[in-house]
């Protein structure tokens, strides 16, 4: 999408008209414009340096040396292709690699000096195979004659770990975080700061929270979130405040409120990375609101999953919390689990002085037979997003778990709404009980 969206209609047309990269139509206007351009053989390649530097060495040098101020570098290597480094600059970005047979030599030697060691080797191994046989797949299948040129194609998955996407912009991120730093303002001069502050992750763009400033880049968090998208978009040269501490950094600089250093830090983690690796069960909470503030909704998934097993050591009044927050914040892995565990252990439950003040909060029960038997779906399946009533959901986890026979079910059920109303009888009591022991 980015090479797509950042490349000038030149640029894509040409793509398209080789036959190199995707060709679904996508928009040539850019909000967060390539900053390098190559020329090869006359015809632009548009990128980004931050890709480039975090997939190759090679880029990483000469973008630190040679090429650090230069917006356009050009080619005239006979012996590199337009389609190979094109290739390859697109597998920088997806971590999929699609070329021409034709083109494999090409793009082994591209990846030679990009200094891609795995992805050559891998490029090499495919060459060998196609110089020893004489008939792949298609050619099995009849296709030998196809006017379609064969293509070779690579997924990430199989580059070692380290080589992939995701560790390459983790490796980013941690030197944005380790040039991040918390502002003194009191006791630091700006002509200081400016002259300490590192630029070789190649930010370019600062977020302040709190007391931290983060060094970023605004094409991971445009493309990743929708808020940081439209917001950035809307600004040119933005500066927010009146800070001489950012204006002397020559950086954009945004200002986010209402959260942590933590939680920004942990959403950072997963914008570049697709992924958490570590989460204390207490930031789960606020994480699920960063999710939706920032319109990063598989944030929530990725949360879920660190905190699922967590849950199996808390207290039932901390359950009765997790399943609030969760309906609250659509958090369906979260929501489902909590309600199992309710229903197989209602009467425990019951007893619980939290769990009947929950049951006042909630919207009752629906008296429709037909809402009743709408089951939900295990916790984490597929194909269930739409949340019910929590007390219907509740219902008809309890009805499987007392394992109903049809026939019963509405009689079942109506047993289980009455004993709810006595439960939340009993719960105003509490309540009127707490509340004329305040006044006195």
């Not at 414009?33 to 190559?38: A, G």
């Not at 060459?127 to 379609?148: D, P, V």
């Not at 009044?317 to 914040?329: M, P, R």
Request: proline share 4%.
């Amino acid at each position: 999408m980015l090479l797509q969206e950042g490349a000038t209609a030149e640029a894509a047309a040409l793509a398209e008209a080789e036959g190199f990269g995707p060709t679904d139509g996508a928009s040539t206007g850019s909000l967060f414009p390539p900053d390098i351009t190559f020329y090869v053989d006359g015809k632009p390649i548009e990128a980004h340096r931050i890709i480039l530097c975090a997939r190759s060495p090679f880029f990483e040098h000469k973008f630190e040396t040679d090429w650090k101020n230069r917006k356009e570098v050009r080619f005239s290597n006979k012996k590199l292709s337009f389609g190979a480094l094109y290739n390859l600059i697109h597998f920088f970005y997806a971590d999929r690699l699609e070329a021409p047979v034709d083109e494999m030599e090409s793009l082994s030697r591209t990846c030679k000096v990009c200094k891609c060691e795995e992805l050559r080797k891998l490029v090499d191994k495919e060459i060998l195979h196609l110089r020893f046989a004489l008939y792949k797949s298609t050619s099995k299948l009849g296709l030998e004659n196809s006017q379609s040129p064969r293509r070779f194609i690579l997924l990430g998955q199989s580059l070692p770990r380290e080589d992939r996407l995701p560790s390459a912009l983790r490796r980013v991120l941690q030197k944005c975080l380790a040039n991040s730093r918390e502002e003194e303002f009191k006791k630091t001069l700006a002509n200081e700061i400016c002259r300490n502050w590192k630029d070789d992750d190649l930010a370019d763009l600062t977020v302040k929270v709190d007391d931290t400033v983060f060094r970023c880049h605004q094409v991971i968090l445009a493309s990743r979130s929708e808020y940081f998208k439209t917001r950035l978009s809307r600004t040119v040269d933005f500066l927010e405040g009146n800070n001489r501490v950012h204006a002397s950094l020559g950086l954009p600089f945004l200002e986010e409120h209402d959260l942590s250093t933590e939680a920004f830090e942990k959403m950072l983690e997963y914008m570049y990375t697709d992924n958490l690796e570590h989460m204390h069960p207490t930031q789960a909470e606020e994480l699920f609101d960063v999710a939706s503030r920032y319109l990063l909704f598989p944030l929530r998934r990725a949360v879920a999953d660190l905190l699922l097993p967590n849950l199996e050591h808390v207290s039932p009044a901390e359950l009765c919390h997790w399943l609030i927050l969760s309906d609250i914040y659509g958090v369906m892995k979260i929501r489902e689990y909590c309600l199992d565990i309710i229903a197989y252990n209602f009467e425990m439950f019951a007893d619980i002085r939290e769990f009947r003040a929950l049951l006042l909060t909630l919207p009752p029960p629906s008296a429709n037979d037909a809402l009743r038997t709408t089951r939900p779906s295990q916790p984490g399946a597929a194909g269930h997003t739409d949340q019910g009533n929590i007390l219907d959901d509740l219902r008809e986890k309890w009805l499987e778990a007392e394992a109903a026979e049809l026939d019963e079910r509405d009689q079942s059920a109506a047993l289980f709404d009455q004993r709810l109303e006595m439960l939340m009888l009993v719960a105003e009591r509490e309540a009127c009980d707490d509340d004329n022991a305040a006044l006195h």
